[in-house]
């Protein structure tokens, strides 16, 4: 589908926009779809309008390409870091992280309506960021041989979003200050094997997505303590209780305090984690 047609059928309707980028497979035309709602929000010419007037397909979500095959996260194979094809498999699950990430932005966008303006853009601008991060990895990936669906790879972060798509506190609580901010504690202790290896382009790529996703996370921090707010309930609170009740992965320390204090999360929340997570 040319970006004319799509143009055509949801013209700067931001949230349409989000489900049309959503939908579509192939990688470099999500991306450009997305810098194209991107480029709506600098130039100010969008307006957000609730797509359900239009045929939404839930069967056609999440757009992404035939592969790479889906398997169980411990069917996923490591190699030693000291090969190319070790470097490739940890640069692919990293990628594969990363494209789920632009699609998880994009369907905060689209699904969940009757939010502030600024939420939406807000996700608009985390799936413009995930969406540079993936081809950075991804042609990082080129670099060594290989491409992206050269590798299997696992489901984790989709199926959370999944899950929780019938509730925006839970999408907050779940997928951005949970399944995301695991990769604030996880990126430096990443960053270290690739600084052994001494792939310094990894190294510098690691670092953009790191701040980057800080910022991400934050967002996530921001729209779940309003909702929380909205919703009069505790955020700690509230937050054990959904991760029990959608059976959300269990945190593990050792954690990044500096980065989730800059992605918003509270002393007292942190205190929460390391007493019962460490």
């Not at 169980?72 to 870091?81: A, E, Q």
């Given at each position: 589908?040319?970006?004319?047609?799509?143009?055509?059928?949801?013209?700067?309707?931001?949230?349409l926009?989000?489900?049309q980028?959503?939908?579509?497979?192939?990688?470099?035309?999500?991306?450009?779809?997305?810098?194209?709602?991107?480029?709506c929000?600098?130039?100010e010419?969008?307006?957000i309008?609730?797509?359900s007037?239009?045929?939404?397909?839930?069967?056609?979500?999440?757009?992404?390409?035939?592969?790479?095959?889906?398997v169980?996260?411990?069917?996923?194979?490591?190699?030693?870091?000291n090969?190319?094809?070790?470097?490739?498999?940890?640069?692919?699950?990293?990628?594969?992280?990363?494209?789920?990430?632009?699609?998880?932005?994009?369907?905060?966008?689209?699904?969940?309506?009757?939010?502030?303006?600024?939420y939406?853009l807000?996700?608009?601008?985390?799936?413009?960021?995930?969406?540079?991060?993936?081809?950075?990895?991804?042609?990082?990936?080129?670099s060594?041989?290989?491409?992206?669906?050269?590798?299997?790879?696992?489901?984790?972060?989709?199926?959370?979003?999944?899950?929780?798509?019938?509730?925006?506190?839970?999408?907050?609580?779940?997928?951005?200050?949970?399944?995301?901010?695991?990769?604030?504690d996880?990126?430096?202790?990443?960053?270290?094997?690739?600084?052994?290896?001494?792939?310094?382009?990894?190294?510098?790529?690691?670092?953009?997505i790191?701040?980057?996703?800080?910022?991400?996370?934050e967002?996530?921090?921001r729209?779940?303590?309003?909702?929380?707010?909205?919703?009069e309930?505790?955020?700690?609170?509230?937050?054990?209780?959904?991760s029990?009740?959608?059976?959300?992965?269990?945190?593990?320390?050792?954690?990044?305090?500096?980065?989730?204090?800059?992605?918003?999360f509270?002393?007292?929340?942190?205190?929460?984690?390391?007493?019962?997570?460490?």
């Open positions: 589908m040319t970006m004319s047609l799509h143009q055509n059928f949801a013209k700067d309707n931001l949230r926009l989000a489900y980028a959503l939908i579509e497979i192939e990688p470099l035309s999500k991306k450009a779809l997305v810098e194209y709602i991107v480029s929000v600098i130039r010419q969008f307006f309008q609730d797509p007037i239009h045929q939404i397909q839930e069967s056609l979500i999440p757009g992404r390409p035939p592969e790479p095959q889906l169980n996260p411990l069917s996923v194979k490591k190699r030693s870091m090969t190319n094809e070790g470097r490739a498999i940890a640069i692919h699950a990293l990628a594969h992280i990363e494209f789920n990430a632009v699609n998880l932005a994009l369907d905060a966008v689209w699904r969940f309506s009757n939010m502030p303006e600024q939406y807000d996700w608009i601008k985390v799936a413009g960021e995930e969406a540079k991060h993936f081809f950075m990895l991804k042609n990082h990936l080129n060594l041989g290989y491409d992206y669906g050269n590798f299997p790879a696992h489901d984790s972060l989709w199926e959370m979003v999944e899950k929780t798509k019938g509730d925006i506190l839970a999408r907050m609580a779940l997928v951005p200050r949970t399944m995301e901010a695991r990769g604030l996880a990126v430096p202790l990443i960053r270290a094997r690739f600084l052994q290896a001494k792939d310094a382009e990894m190294v510098e790529i690691l670092d953009v790191l701040r980057d996703e800080i910022g991400h996370v967002i996530g921090n729209w779940f303590n309003f909702l929380c707010k909205e919703r309930v505790d955020p700690i609170i509230i937050f054990n209780s959904l029990q009740q959608y059976n959300a992965p269990h945190l593990r320390g050792p954690f990044n305090i500096e980065a989730r204090k800059q992605a918003g509270t002393d007292a929340e942190i205190d929460f984690l390391q007493d019962n997570y460490s």
